[in-house]
C-alpha cells in the first residue's frame, strides 16, 4: 500500500497511518491535513440518557452503557459536539470523500440533521437488523432490534466510491440492498477485560465493517475513525489492504486495539480484488463488438423472454419490425421503445445465441474489456 508523498518524500497524514491517536477527536482531527483520508466511519457517543440501573427478570444487572463518555448535559451540548466533529471531519476528507456514522434512536435523527447542515451529501440510510437483539427486559416497549448507519457523500458534486459490482457479487448476484443482518458481537468476536466482561459495550461486529469498507473504499485508501474504540475499524481495514487513522482518548481500549490490530494477518493483493465499478471500466460501446466480430452484422438479439428480436446492423444499430412498425438505432433506444419505456439497459436487455444458451451481450463486452487490461 502507498499513501501520497510531498517533496519531502512524507506527507503530512503518512505519519499518522495505521496509528491510533490517543486524545479528544476533535482537537485530533484539527491536527489532521485538510482534504487526506478517502473515508470516515464513526461510531459516536449514543448520548442514552439513562436513567438508572437496567435489570433482568431476575434481577441481575445488565452491563449497558453507563461510562462517562456517553454522557452529555443537554441536547444542545450533544448537538455543539457533534456538529463540531461532523465539521472536523468533512474538511479532512477529499473532494470525493465519504462519511459513514451509526447510531440508534437516541441520537441518529439529530445526527442526521448535523450531516445535512454541516454540509454532507446524503446517499443512503442503512437499517442494520440485529439478528440477536438484547430483548426489553421490562416489557414497556418494542425489542430496539435494529441501529441506523447514513452514508453521505462530502458534496452532493463528490465522485464517491461504490463499488457496486462488488456489494452485488457478494449478495448473490443480486442488487445489495439497504438492511443489512448481521449478530451483535458475542463469543470470541466480543474483545474482554481482566474480569472477562466485554470490554467495550458498543463493539460493532466486523462483519458491517467490512462490508462497508468493501463497498465504499478501494485497496490502499485513507479509513479515519474518531471513535475508535476496540479497534474493529482498524482490524477490518487491515484484513481488506486498507490504511487506518484511529482517534481514542482511552488508554484501556487503545492497548486493547493496539493488541487486536497486531494479530491481523493483512489479505494479499490478488485476494483483495473484487467486481470492478461499472463506473471505473472503460467504456465500450455496442458498435466495437461488431468491429470486433463478437456479434456479426445480420446476426439476431433477443429479448429476455424472447417475445421480441432485432437484427444488428453494421454500424451496431438494431432493426426491428413488428408488424406495421419499423424501429432502428441504438441497443438502448431500441430496448426502450419495444417495451413502450422511457429508458432501457440494452447491454442487459439484448441476448445473444451462445453454444450454452442465450446470453446478454453484456458479456460481450465484459470480453473486450478483459482484453483491453490485457
Not at 453507563?66 to 473532494?95: C, G, H, M, N, V
Not at 445465441?353 to 446470453?359: L, N, S, Y
Request: hydrophobic fraction near 35%.
Amino acid at each position: 500500500m502507498t499513501a501520497r508523498k510531498n517533496k519531502n518524500n512524507k506527507s503530512d497524514i503518512d505519519k499518522h497511518l495505521d496509528t491510533i491517536i490517543k486524545g479528544d477527536c476533535i482537537s485530533a482531527m484539527k491536527a489532521l491535513p485538510e482534504s487526506s483520508v478517502d473515508l470516515v466511519f464513526a461510531d459516536p457517543p449514543y448520548n442514552l440518557q439513562l436513567g438508572g440501573d437496567l435489570t433482568r427478570p431476575d434481577n441481575s444487572r445488565v452491563n449497558g452503557v453507563d461510562d462517562d463518555w456517553d454522557k452529555f448535559a443537554s441536547f444542545k451540548a450533544y448537538d455543539e459536539f457533534t456538529e463540531q466533529w461532523l465539521a472536523e471531519a468533512r474538511r479532512i476528507l477529499k473532494p470525493d470523500g465519504a462519511i459513514w456514522v451509526i447510531g440508534s434512536y437516541h441520537n441518529i435523527f439529530r445526527v442526521g440533521t448535523a450531516v445535512q447542515n454541516t454540509g454532507f451529501w446524503i446517499l443512503n440510510d442503512v437499517i442494520w437488523r440485529k439478528s440477536n437483539p438484547m430483548p426489553n427486559f421490562r416489557g414497556t416497549r418494542l425489542t430496539n432490534a435494529h441501529e441506523t448507519l447514513i452514508w453521505a457523500a462530502k458534496s452532493q458534486k463528490s465522485k464517491y466510491t461504490f463499488n457496486y459490482r462488488a456489494l452485488k457479487t457478494a449478495n448473490d448476484d443480486l442488487q445489495m440492498r439497504s438492511d443489512w443482518e448481521f449478530p451483535i458481537c458475542t463469543g470470541q468476536e466480543r474483545i474482554k477485560d481482566a474480569d472477562g466482561a466485554k470490554l467495550h459495550p458498543t463493539q460493532k461486529p466486523e462483519a458491517l465493517l467490512h462490508r462497508v469498507l468493501i463497498g465504499a473504499t478501494n485497496p490502499g485508501d485513507v479509513v479515519l475513525d474518531p471513535f475508535f474504540g476496540s479497534g474493529t475499524t482498524g482490524a477490518a481495514a487491515k484484513y481488506l489492504g486498507r490504511h487506518y487513522i484511529g482517534i481514542e482518548r482511552d488508554k484501556t481500549y487503545i492497548a486493547a486495539a493496539k493488541r487486536r490490530i497486531a494479530a491481523v494477518k493483512p489479505l494479499g493483493a490478488d485476494d483483495l480484488l473484487t467486481q470492478p465499478s461499472p463506473k471505473a471500466a472503460p467504456r465500450v460501446p455496442f458498435g466495437q463488438v461488431v468491429e470486433n466480430r463478437l456479434i456479426k452484422p445480420g446476426a439476431k438479439l433477443y429479448s429476455p423472454r424472447g417475445n421480441h428480436e432485432a437484427k444488428v446492423r453494421a454500424d451496431g444499430s438494431l432493426y426491428v419490425k413488428e408488424g406495421e412498425d419499423e424501429i432502428q438505432g441504438s441497443i438502448h433506444k431500441v430496448g426502450a421503445a419495444v417495451q413502450n419505456a422511457q429508458a432501457c439497459n440494452g447491454w442487459t436487455y439484448w441476448h445473444y445465441e451462445a453454444k450454452t444458451g442465450r446470453k446478454p451481450i453484456d458479456f460481450l463486452r465484459d470480453k473486450i474489456r478483459k482484453e483491453m487490461r490485457g
